[in-house]
């Protein structure tokens, strides 16, 4: 079985910063591509930043780039979303994702993770 679990989330004033995990365990030789999602109390989720299998390729959203950085630590089974500059913006449940194809796009992601609460306030 597949699983992933997320930690590191919480409350933080603006400006600040958060670091996400999401730690996985089963099959995970067969993922190409690691990614964070975010979903706000009555909008779509919507894909933050990805990482391709060998942390080659990075892709972030507009709304993130030069404030978050994805990363991952192939020998720990885990991957990480370094958030700096936080905004109220950003206040959102996170989940981390995988998916057997190759990043380029936030579609088809084939597992997903409970998520963790992110708050940012003024």
């Known amino acids: 079985d597949v699983q992933l679990v997320e930690s590191g989330g919480g409350s933080v004033q603006a400006g600040g910063s958060l670091r996400l995990s999401c730690a996985a365990s089963?099959?995970?030789?067969?993922?190409?591509?690691m990614g964070w999602f975010r979903q706000a109390p009555g909008k779509e989720r919507e894909g933050v930043a990805a990482?391709?299998?060998?942390?080659?390729?990075?892709y972030y959203a507009d709304s993130v780039k030069g404030r978050f950085t994805i990363s991952q630590d192939n020998a720990k089974r885990t991957m990480y979303l370094q958030m700096n500059s936080l905004k109220p913006e950003d206040t959102a449940m996170y989940y981390c994702?995988?998916?057997?194809?190759?990043?380029?796009?936030?579609?088809?992601?084939?597992?997903w993770g409970q998520g963790t609460q992110v708050t940012v306030s003024t």
């Open positions: 994702a995988a998916k057997v194809l190759a990043c380029g796009n936030w579609a088809r992601y084939n597992y």
């Open positions: 089963g099959y995970t030789y067969r993922w190409f591509c």
């Open positions: 990482i391709s299998g060998g942390g080659g390729s990075t």
